[in-house]
């Protein structure tokens, strides 16, 4: 450490002893007319980083500060010109250099043997949209998009993958403007590399209509677009890559990718047994959801808390594999066509433990769990989408997505509960088995005509869907109570239920203009959704199978509603606004057909909306919005009739339920500083529930539970979200800290025990990491997470934990082709809930050797878990229960793995080549 210290304060002092000019010139065009705003980039010749940036004033002048001694190359950009480099030296003679008048021609001018390929402006906003230069955020060799996102300020991966910007879930990810097997953003991120990057660019993507008419009318959705480098835009790139290690881990990935000017042909393919996922975990619930039910036995069990596992895992250990197709051409100017194939299966084997304690009226009960589970579930996915334009004032679109689905699964389980005293209470046995299959389909076309150039415009949308999902699942339980009434129940029943899902949604919009960049447009829409649910019991007795009349359901579900009313526009150069109402009439009908059960609903609300977005500069704005929404209740909510098919677990529909009717308002700014590399993004939102939908709880002496849904008055959250990023270049240390902040104030009920909640999750996350990342690259951060939960009536439940990982990464590359790398999380986990802190240093290391011609061989020891500290813990704190949870996850293992990269450009030139003499990569 003394060493370290002592090489930190030579630094600093050379730095401090270090004389530093002022750099000044003057940009022209060839007729010398000064070019104001041109980007002036200050690079260090000899390793390619930035050392400075500004802009010229309305004069074309512009002036660098503090610039040290060496040798330099400014690189000077203005839009629709060439860039320029010259290349100079500053020495401890000078203390101004003044560079002349720098005229941009249309040609880019080759000064001394000296080129540079791409600019070194690492953020630039413009209005809504933050563009990152992928060269500025150096990766590891054979990283992928994931790992480039992560060092991008202001952006968030999580360990699962899923992706935040500025505070906000980016829903899609395109590639060159254009999708990527479909919405998911994750097959991207996981599997394109990081090195065919050359920009990221984060905005809100308005809605197909604003886009259409240039009239913003404030719909968003956070959108990544991946902007590739010019060579990977026409020709063949991707990679290959293999690995095998002990306990017989394996890994095996694919991604080839062949691009041109009309077509983008991309495939992909992996397989491992190491937990690693690459595509979105809501496929695989896609096709598991109502599997759940094998459950049976015991008290309904949520994991949350403590997450014992790495990122991208689910519980478990799986076998994961998928593979697809993603075919994007344009035919014409006109016609677009894109287009994708998915497939994905995960066969996964759950192994658990889990101790509560439940708080009851004062006294404690406690219970034991162990189950064991097998599942298989396979799914595929087909999307496309044809884009025609008519002519210039109007197009048509065509969408489409299919989607099979099916799984299996097999569950043993028992559970038992016992008193204060250690008195047995009740205990269940299970041996479940049953499988899942879904098919699903929708189709959207959309029309728009314009009908004049000055926004008067119309638009017509049409949405069809449906969905059939059947299950089968054969139950086998027996559920003893003992204590004052001692009884056993035996369960031996075939569930076969389905369900049949129709939908459909007509839109037509009118927008005309008012002058002065004003414009009204009137709305009408029609939503309908009807759903047919079928259950039939059967009871095994003996060799006969006897239909149960009491559980067996027919349920008829229809609700529509219309919606009709009017948004007001405004734009200028700077300020976006729009504000609109609603009014929706809906109706609700539900149908009960063996008990002659009805319902009928009718609703209206009137739902009022506003969008404000301003941009002071170019790369600072504020934005703030306000909407109001709808959630009506579900069929399981409505369903008036007890299901005891878990005698331990009954719930009760509710017919009586409102629908909820929800407020959300946010308010958000961001700002970058290009000459400090200051970068700042704050988000607020809130959100109020009127109506809200939660659970009642009865729970009996012998921990029966009886759940039912109901309404309270309102639910209230809030969220602040803060990120912060600078430079400290006497250091050459960049430095980030961002934080979170969650407030819920919402109501349970438990033997109707009314019982407000508040709850506060708060989390602070600081790093820092080095500048100069050619052959060190360093971060090394803190974050820490605090989860508060307060009671109004029982204040002796009150719970608090604390989340604390200290984190590094270093990457080191050393003898130009061998690479080592290590990543330390050290994790604790403490508070109220706990027991005793628990405490988990989890430890990955590689070192990588790159080979063949030009580089694109790599040889990869992997080893994971290096102290072998891994466990699968969680733990659940909740308002009746205290929960530890044990379960089976990848333990330690080492990894060979070999990685080839394709392509047909002979030598990667991605990212910055500056040739003097010669190549540096």
């Not at 504000?579 to 209206?604: C, H, P, R, T």
């Not at 009954?650 to 308002?665: C, F, Q, S, V």
């Not at 605090?786 to 990982?805: I, P």
Request: proline share 2%; hydrophobic share 35%; aromatic share 10%.
């Amino acid at each position: 450490m003394r060493y370290i210290l002592g090489f930190l304060l030579t630094c600093i002092a050379s730095v401090a002893l270090a004389q530093s000019v002022v750099v000044t010139g003057q940009v022209m065009d060839k007729d010398n007319n000064p070019l104001p705003s041109a980007s002036t980039v200050l690079i260090n010749a000899s390793d390619s980083i930035m050392q400075s940036f500004t802009i010229a004033d309305n004069e074309g002048n512009f002036l660098l500060k503090k610039v040290n001694k060496g040798s330099y190359i400014l690189q000077v950009a203005f839009v629709g010109y060439e860039t320029l480099s010259k290349p100079f030296t500053v020495s401890d003679q000078k203390e101004s250099i003044d560079l002349g008048q720098l005229k941009l021609m249309e040609k880019t001018e080759i000064l001394d043997g000296v080129s540079v390929s791409a600019d070194r402006i690492p953020i630039m906003i413009n209005g809504d949209t933050i563009e990152y230069n992928a060269d500025a955020f150096k990766t590891q060799p054979n990283a992928t998009v994931e790992e480039l996102l992560k060092r991008l300020p202001g952006v968030e991966v999580d360990q699962d993958g899923n992706i935040k910007a500025q505070g906000e879930k980016v829903n899609k990810v395109f590639v060159d403007g254009k999708e990527f097997f479909g919405d998911d953003p994750k097959i991207a991120t996981k599997n394109l590399p990081a090195d065919a990057i050359n920009k990221v660019q984060v905005f809100d993507k308005m809605s197909d209509m604003a886009e259409f008419t240039g009239v913003d009318d404030g719909e968003r959705s956070k959108t990544i677009n991946l902007d590739l480098k010019d060579d990977k835009k026409n020709g063949v790139f991707g990679k290959i890559a293999g690995g095998y290690g002990t306990d017989d881990r394996f890994q095996g990935k694919a991604s080839i990718n062949k691009f041109n000017k009309k077509t983008q042909l991309s495939a992909l393919a992996a397989t491992n047994n190491i937990n690693e996922q690459n595509f979105s975990f809501q496929d695989y619930m896609g096709f598991s959801g109502g599997l759940s039910a094998l459950s049976g036995g015991g008290m309904m069990m949520s994991v949350e808390g403590v997450d014992g596992g790495m990122g991208g895992q689910q519980g478990g250990v799986s076998t994961a594999t998928s593979g697809g197709i993603n075919f994007n051409h344009d035919f014409s100017k006109r016609t677009e066509f894109t287009s994708s194939y998915f497939f994905n299966g995960i066969d996964n084997t759950i192994d658990q433990t889990s101790a509560r304690q439940n708080f009851l009226n004062g006294s404690i009960y406690n219970s034991g769990d162990t189950s064991y589970s097998t599942s298989n579930n396979i799914n595929h996915r087909l999307t496309f989408k044809l884009e025609h334009k008519i002519n210039d004032g109007q197009d048509i679109t065509l969408r489409s997505n299919i989607k099979l689905n099916n799984g299996s699964n097999r569950l043993t389980r028992s559970n038992q509960t016992f008193d204060a005293g250690d008195a047995l209470l009740n205990e269940s046995y299970n041996n479940n088995n049953g499988t899942s299959d879904n098919v699903s389909f929708d189709s959207r076309i959309a029309y728009r005509k314009k009908l004049s150039d000055i926004g008067r415009l119309i638009t017509a949308n049409a949405t069809i869907g449906y969905g059939n999902t059947i299950q089968n699942q054969n139950i086998l339980s027996t559920t003893s109570f003992y204590g004052n009434n001692p009884n056993t129940i035996n369960l031996d029943q075939l569930q076969d239920m389905s369900n049949d899902a129709f939908d459909y949604n007509l839109r037509v919009a009118y927008t005309e203009p008012l002058g002065n960049l004003k414009f009204l447009s009137a709305i009408y829409e029609r939503q309908n959704y009807d759903t047919e649910n079928k259950s039939f019991y059967f009871d095994n007795v003996g060799t006969d199978r006897i239909r149960n009349d009491q559980l067996s359901q027919l349920y008829r579900r229809d609700y529509f509603y219309d919606q009709g009313g009017f948004k007001l526009q405004m734009n200028s150069e700077d300020l976006t606004f729009s504000a609109g109402v609603m009014a929706q009439s809906s109706n609700l009908k539900g149908k009960l057909i063996n008990e002659d059960v009805k319902i009928n609903k009718n609703f209206f609300n009137v739902l009022p909306s506003m969008d404000l977005r301003y941009s002071f500069a170019r790369s600072k704005s504020l934005s703030l919005g306000y909407s109001t929404s709808v959630n009506e209740p579900s069929v399981r909510q409505l369903q008036p009739v007890v299901d005891n098919s878990n005698p331990l677990n009954i719930y009760i529909g509710n017919p009586d339920l409102k629908t909820e009717y929800m407020h959300n308002a946010y308010l958000n700014f961001s700002l970058f500083d290009n000459f400090s590399f200051t970068n700042l993004f704050a988000r607020l939102n809130t959100r109020l529930v009127q109506n809200r939908i939660t659970n009642t709880t009865l729970i009996s002496d012998d921990l029966t539970q009886t759940v039912s849904p109901t309404n309270i008055n309102e639910e209230w959250s809030g969220n602040g979200y803060f990120s912060f990023g600078t430079s400290v270049k006497p250091l050459g240390i960049k430095f980030h800290i961002s934080t979170s902040h969650t407030y819920t104030k919402t109501q349970l009920f438990i033997n109707d025990q009314k019982n407000g909640v508040e709850r506060f999750q708060n989390s602070i996350d600081f790093n820092v990491e080095n500048r100069k990342k050619n052959a060190v690259d360093v971060v090394v951060g803190y974050k820490t997470e605090l989860n508060d939960t307060k009671y109004s009536e029982s204040d002796n439940l009150n719970q608090s934990y604390f989340r604390n990982v200290l984190y590094s990464d270093l990457s080191l590359t050393f003898l130009k082709t061998w690479n080592l790398g290590s990543s330390f999380d050290y994790r604790i986990f403490d508070g109220d809930a706990f027991d005793k802190k628990i405490e988990m240093p989890i430890w990955r290391m590689h070192l990588a050797k790159t080979f063949l011609k030009n580089d694109r061989g790599e040889l990869k020891l992997s080893v994971y878990d290096l102290l072998n500290k891994i466990s699968g813990v969680s733990r659940t704190s909740n308002f009746n229960y205290i929960q530890d949870q044990r379960i089976n996850v990848v333990t330690q293992y080492a990894m060979l793995t070999f990685t080839y990269s394709l392509s047909k450009f002979g030598g990667d030139k991605s990212g910055i080549v500056i040739k003097e003499g010669h190549e540096r990569r």
